[in-house]
Nanobody
């Protein structure tokens, strides 16, 4: 069974950092891109970042460029999202997904999703 499981969310103060993890099982991880999306209450799901299957190409939403870094460890079937300089507007449920990393990070290009992990940025 194909499965993605996120972890690492929590409560952090503005300016703080968190690292999210996305552990995969049940499919050929090496051949699939991974993306992170987020959804805040009352807002549409937003593509945050994606990374190609080899890890050589990455893409970021303008809202997180310079603050977030996506990476993957294919030996561990795990992807990461390092989030620095967090802002209250980063508060959302963060989801990882598996599919195709393109210049536009759109949900339509991803067919397997995790259940999400809550990130709350507040003082």
């Amino acid at each position: 069974q194909l499965q993605l499981v996120e972890s690492g969310g929590g409560l952090v103060q503005p300016g703080g950092s968190l690292r999210l993890s996305c552990a995969a099982s049940g499919f050929t991880w090496d051949y699939r891109a991974i993306a992170w999306f987020r959804q805040a209450p009352g807002k549409e799901r937003e593509g945050v970042s994606c990374i190609s299957s080899s890890g050589t190409w990455t893409n970021y939403a303008d809202s997180v460029k310079g603050r977030f870094t996506i990476s993957r460890d294919n030996a561990k079937n795990t992807a990461y999202l390092q989030m620095n300089s967090l802002k209250p507007e980063d508060t959302a449920i963060y989801y990882c997904a598996s599919g195709s990393c393109r210049s536009g990070i759109q949900a339509m290009h991803y067919d397997y999703w995790g259940q999400g992990t809550q990130v709350t940025v507040s003082s």
